[in-house]
Protein backbone atom coordinates (compact mmCIF):
# COMPACT_ATOMS: atom_id res chain seq x y z
CA UNK A 1 0.00 0.00 0.00
CA UNK A 2 1.08 3.48 -0.71
CA UNK A 3 -1.38 5.87 1.09
CA UNK A 4 -0.75 6.03 4.39
CA UNK A 5 -3.36 4.79 6.38
CA UNK A 6 -4.48 5.36 10.03
CA UNK A 7 -6.25 2.73 11.58
CA UNK A 8 -7.84 3.35 14.90
CA UNK A 9 -11.04 3.59 16.92
CA UNK A 10 -13.93 4.87 15.11
CA UNK A 11 -15.28 8.13 16.63
CA UNK A 12 -19.65 8.18 16.51
CA UNK A 13 -18.97 11.23 14.46
CA UNK A 14 -17.80 8.78 11.41
CA UNK A 15 -21.19 6.89 11.27
CA UNK A 16 -22.59 9.23 8.18
CA UNK A 17 -19.53 8.16 6.76
CA UNK A 18 -19.74 4.79 7.55
CA UNK A 19 -23.61 4.55 6.56
CA UNK A 20 -22.42 5.39 2.89
CA UNK A 21 -20.28 3.27 2.70
CA UNK A 22 -22.43 0.15 4.23
CA UNK A 23 -24.87 1.72 1.57
CA UNK A 24 -22.70 0.57 -0.86
CA UNK A 25 -21.67 -3.07 0.59
CA UNK A 26 -24.77 -4.74 1.24
CA UNK A 27 -28.15 -5.28 0.47
CA UNK A 28 -29.50 -5.02 4.28
CA UNK A 29 -27.85 -1.72 5.99
CA UNK A 30 -27.25 -1.25 9.44
CA UNK A 31 -29.24 2.49 10.07
CA UNK A 32 -27.57 5.08 12.27
CA UNK A 33 -29.35 3.77 15.36
CA UNK A 34 -27.71 0.15 14.92
CA UNK A 35 -24.30 1.77 15.01
CA UNK A 36 -24.86 4.24 17.74
CA UNK A 37 -26.73 0.64 19.77
CA UNK A 38 -23.04 -0.99 18.69
CA UNK A 39 -21.22 1.71 20.29
CA UNK A 40 -23.44 2.11 23.57
CA UNK A 41 -23.18 -2.06 24.07
CA UNK A 42 -19.49 -1.72 24.05
CA UNK A 43 -18.44 -3.06 20.52
CA UNK A 44 -14.68 -2.66 19.21
CA UNK A 45 -15.50 -0.22 16.62
CA UNK A 46 -12.18 0.22 14.21
CA UNK A 47 -11.85 2.59 11.33
CA UNK A 48 -9.20 3.27 8.50
CA UNK A 49 -8.59 6.53 7.57
CA UNK A 50 -6.82 8.28 4.53
CA UNK A 51 -5.80 11.60 4.26
CA UNK A 52 -8.11 13.48 1.80
CA UNK A 53 -7.32 16.85 -0.23
CA UNK A 54 -7.02 19.23 2.11
CA UNK A 55 -4.98 16.64 4.60
CA UNK A 56 -8.34 15.55 6.50
CA UNK A 57 -8.79 12.01 7.66
CA UNK A 58 -11.35 10.28 5.28
CA UNK A 59 -13.04 7.03 6.78
CA UNK A 60 -12.26 3.93 3.92
CA UNK A 61 -12.99 1.18 6.12
CA UNK A 62 -14.90 0.03 9.48
CA UNK A 63 -14.89 -3.26 11.60
CA UNK A 64 -17.53 -3.42 14.61
CA UNK A 65 -16.45 -6.21 16.71
CA UNK A 66 -18.21 -8.08 19.92
CA UNK A 67 -15.79 -9.96 22.72
CA UNK A 68 -17.79 -13.18 23.51
CA UNK A 69 -15.05 -14.78 25.30
CA UNK A 70 -13.29 -16.56 24.23
CA UNK A 71 -14.16 -15.42 21.02
CA UNK A 72 -14.16 -12.01 18.99
CA UNK A 73 -16.46 -11.62 17.06
CA UNK A 74 -16.82 -9.61 13.49
CA UNK A 75 -20.12 -8.62 13.28
CA UNK A 76 -20.11 -5.83 10.72
CA UNK A 77 -16.95 -4.96 8.36
CA UNK A 78 -16.59 -3.36 4.71
CA UNK A 79 -14.17 -1.18 2.64
CA UNK A 80 -15.17 1.44 0.60
CA UNK A 81 -15.36 0.25 -2.72
CA UNK A 82 -13.27 2.57 -3.90
CA UNK A 83 -10.45 1.85 -2.03
CA UNK A 84 -11.30 -1.97 -2.37
CA UNK A 85 -7.89 -5.15 -3.31
CA UNK A 86 -5.13 -2.35 -1.75
CA UNK A 87 -4.69 -4.00 1.19
CA UNK A 88 -6.81 -2.00 3.68
CA UNK A 89 -9.20 -5.39 4.52
CA UNK A 90 -5.88 -7.14 5.56
CA UNK A 91 -4.65 -4.06 7.52
CA UNK A 92 -7.77 -3.89 9.31
CA UNK A 93 -7.82 -8.11 9.70
CA UNK A 94 -4.57 -7.43 11.27
CA UNK A 95 -5.19 -4.87 14.14
CA UNK A 96 -8.41 -7.04 14.98
CA UNK A 97 -6.68 -10.33 15.88
CA UNK A 98 -3.86 -7.90 17.68
CA UNK A 99 -7.16 -6.53 19.62
CA UNK A 100 -8.65 -10.16 19.98
CA UNK A 101 -5.17 -10.88 21.50
CA UNK A 102 -5.00 -8.11 23.18
CA UNK A 103 -8.58 -9.08 25.14
CA UNK A 104 -7.17 -12.45 25.44
CA UNK A 105 -9.39 -14.02 23.08
CA UNK A 106 -8.60 -16.87 21.23
CA UNK A 107 -10.59 -17.28 18.48
CA UNK A 108 -11.80 -14.51 15.44
CA UNK A 109 -15.23 -15.44 14.02
CA UNK A 110 -16.96 -13.98 11.00
CA UNK A 111 -20.53 -15.21 9.71
CA UNK A 112 -20.43 -14.33 5.84
CA UNK A 113 -23.48 -15.51 3.43
CA UNK A 114 -22.85 -18.49 0.79
CA UNK A 115 -23.52 -15.67 -1.62
CA UNK A 116 -21.09 -13.48 -0.47
CA UNK A 117 -18.21 -15.01 -2.47
CA UNK A 118 -15.53 -12.54 -2.44
CA UNK A 119 -15.86 -12.07 1.67
CA UNK A 120 -15.20 -15.85 1.55
CA UNK A 121 -12.19 -15.48 -0.52
CA UNK A 122 -10.73 -12.56 1.37
CA UNK A 123 -11.48 -14.40 4.92
CA UNK A 124 -9.90 -17.57 3.49
CA UNK A 125 -6.64 -15.28 2.28
CA UNK A 126 -6.69 -14.15 5.89
CA UNK A 127 -6.47 -17.82 7.06
CA UNK A 128 -9.96 -18.38 8.19
CA UNK A 129 -11.33 -21.49 7.67
CA UNK A 130 -15.48 -22.31 7.43
CA UNK A 131 -16.84 -24.67 9.82
CA UNK A 132 -20.47 -24.65 10.59
CA UNK A 133 -23.31 -23.85 8.26
CA UNK A 134 -26.31 -21.94 9.24
CA UNK A 135 -28.78 -22.79 7.22
CA UNK A 136 -31.61 -20.05 6.39
CA UNK A 137 -29.75 -17.47 8.42
CA UNK A 138 -31.49 -14.80 6.87
CA UNK A 139 -35.52 -13.49 6.98
CA UNK A 140 -35.36 -11.89 4.11
CA UNK A 141 -33.67 -14.63 1.22
CA UNK A 142 -33.24 -18.32 1.43
CA UNK A 143 -29.59 -17.91 2.01
CA UNK A 144 -26.91 -20.09 4.54
CA UNK A 145 -24.29 -19.21 5.83
CA UNK A 146 -20.83 -19.90 6.93
CA UNK A 147 -18.98 -19.46 10.35
CA UNK A 148 -15.63 -18.89 9.98
CA UNK A 149 -12.80 -18.75 12.34
CA UNK A 150 -9.08 -18.63 12.90
CA UNK A 151 -6.63 -18.37 15.57
CA UNK A 152 -5.71 -14.63 16.12
CA UNK A 153 -2.04 -15.64 15.75
CA UNK A 154 -2.74 -17.71 12.76
CA UNK A 155 -4.27 -14.52 11.24
CA UNK A 156 -1.45 -12.60 12.07
CA UNK A 157 1.20 -15.32 10.24
CA UNK A 158 -1.12 -15.45 6.82
CA UNK A 159 -0.68 -11.23 6.82
CA UNK A 160 2.93 -11.60 7.32
CA UNK A 161 3.30 -14.25 4.92
CA UNK A 162 1.76 -12.06 1.98
C1 LIG B 1 -14.34 -8.27 1.84
C2 LIG B 1 -13.68 -6.87 1.87
C3 LIG B 1 -13.75 -6.33 3.30
C4 LIG B 1 -12.21 -7.02 1.44
O1 LIG B 1 -11.55 -5.76 1.59
P1 LIG B 1 -10.30 -5.33 0.68
O2 LIG B 1 -9.70 -4.11 1.27
O3 LIG B 1 -10.70 -5.26 -0.74
O4 LIG B 1 -9.33 -6.59 0.87
P2 LIG B 1 -7.74 -6.64 0.60
O5 LIG B 1 -7.36 -5.71 -0.48
O6 LIG B 1 -7.02 -6.51 1.89
O7 LIG B 1 -7.60 -8.15 0.06
C5 LIG B 1 -6.83 -9.14 0.72
C6 LIG B 1 -6.97 -10.44 -0.04
O8 LIG B 1 -8.33 -10.93 0.02
C7 LIG B 1 -8.67 -11.57 -1.22
N1 LIG B 1 -9.68 -10.77 -1.93
C8 LIG B 1 -10.14 -9.54 -1.62
N2 LIG B 1 -11.05 -9.13 -2.52
C9 LIG B 1 -11.18 -10.13 -3.42
C10 LIG B 1 -11.94 -10.30 -4.61
N3 LIG B 1 -12.79 -9.32 -5.03
N4 LIG B 1 -11.84 -11.44 -5.29
C11 LIG B 1 -10.99 -12.42 -4.89
N5 LIG B 1 -10.20 -12.33 -3.78
C12 LIG B 1 -10.31 -11.19 -3.06
C13 LIG B 1 -7.37 -11.59 -2.05
O9 LIG B 1 -6.65 -12.76 -1.70
C14 LIG B 1 -6.67 -10.35 -1.52
O10 LIG B 1 -5.27 -10.39 -1.74
P3 LIG B 1 -4.66 -9.85 -3.14
O11 LIG B 1 -5.30 -8.53 -3.45
O12 LIG B 1 -3.20 -9.75 -2.84
O13 LIG B 1 -5.01 -10.90 -4.15
C15 LIG B 1 -14.38 -5.89 0.87
O14 LIG B 1 -14.49 -6.51 -0.39
C16 LIG B 1 -15.76 -5.46 1.30
O15 LIG B 1 -15.90 -4.47 2.04
N6 LIG B 1 -16.81 -6.16 0.83
C17 LIG B 1 -18.21 -5.78 1.11
C18 LIG B 1 -18.57 -5.93 2.56
C19 LIG B 1 -18.45 -7.36 3.02
O16 LIG B 1 -18.79 -8.32 2.33
N7 LIG B 1 -17.99 -7.49 4.28
C20 LIG B 1 -17.84 -8.79 4.93
C21 LIG B 1 -19.11 -9.15 5.58
S1 LIG B 1 -19.01 -10.73 6.34
Request: glycine fraction near 4%.
Amino acid sequence: MIRPLIICPMSMDDIADARRIERQSFAQTWKHKDFELAFDNGHSAIAAYIPGPCLENVLVAYAFCRRKYPRFKIVNFAVDPAHRRSGIGAAMIRRIANEALRDQCDEIIVTVREKNLVALQFFRAMGLEAGMILRNEYAETPEDAYVMSALPERILEMIEQR
